[in-house]
């Protein structure tokens, strides 16, 4: 069965910490995204992973870096918190080509003191 | 531009109503992918279906339906006889083909079916 998994469900960390959300899939998926989910803004692509190592920057990169140094993890790091960074945050997967859908994980939400 | 949207952001109704959700998009692209997404109270998004843009028959799946046409570039999606467990997020989404794989999400509609 197709699995996306995250590291936490439930995060509270404290502005200026340094904090780490980790993304795990197990279908060998080139393309992996982070998204954060907000009241009445949808979802809004952070960052997006093609390949081990290759990154684009989505429509709120802002705050945010990424690492991918295998195929099957990727990871969102907030440098610096901050309190407009709590949100909900997904993580993602899928096949290279338009025609393959997401596979989504179960989310993270993170609340930032 | 590529816009999906979704113009009802709350719909409720009592269980065993129909109830179509709405999708209109945009895209200059000619060839494109269109899909919907499940989001229930759990959190995690959920595929439902995917449509791509030479492909107009409608298509049911149990008391799921959905309507795409390519003239009003919509992409509505209809479920009968509700359920309680059809209580979720639902959003529509768009890839295409000229993109790079970046699905384009609307703000999703929240429907509440109620026993």
């Known amino acids: 069965d197709v699995k996306v998994t995250q590291s936490s469900r439930y995060l509270v960390k404290r502005t200026g910490e340094k904090v780490f959300l980790e993304c795990v899939q197990d279908?060998?998926?080139?393309?992996m995204f982070w998204y954060r989910q907000d009241p009445g803004l949808g979802l809004r692509l952070i960052y997006f992973?093609?390949?081990?190592?290759?990154?684009e920057k989505g429509d709120i990169p802002e705050g945010y870096s990424v690492s991918r140094e295998k195929k099957e993890r990727f990871s969102l790091i907030l440098e610096s918190a901050s309190t407009n960074q709590t949100s909900m945050y997904l993580c993602?997967?899928?096949?290279?080509?338009?025609?393959?859908?997401?596979?989504f994980g179960p989310g993270t939400r993170l609340t930032v003191t | 531009a590529q816009k999906v949207t979704q113009a009802q952001t709350e719909i409720s109704v009592v269980e065993k109503e129909d109830v179509t959700l709405d999708c209109v998009y945009e895209?200059?692209?000619?060839?494109?992918?269109l899909f919907w997404y499940k989001q229930p109270p759990s959190g995690e998004l959920v595929f439902l279906i995917r449509?791509?843009?030479?492909?107009?028959q409608n298509e049911i799946s149990g008391r799921y339906s959905w309507n795409f046409q390519k003239s009003t570039s919509s992409f509505n999606f209809t479920i009968t006889a509700s359920q309680v467990v059809d209580s979720a997020v639902y959003f529509c989404?768009?890839?295409?083909?000229?993109?790079?794989?970046?699905?384009?999400f609307g703000k999703g509609t929240k429907l509440t079916v109620n026993p």
């Open positions: 992973s093609y390949d081990v190592k290759m990154k």
């Open positions: 449509r791509n843009s030479f492909d107009e």
């Open positions: 279908m060998d998926h080139e393309n």
């Open positions: 895209t200059r692209d000619t060839t494109y992918y």
């Open positions: 993602a997967s899928s096949f290279p080509g338009t025609d393959y859908e997401q596979y």
């Open positions: 989404a768009l890839n295409p083909q000229g993109g790079s794989e970046k699905l384009v």
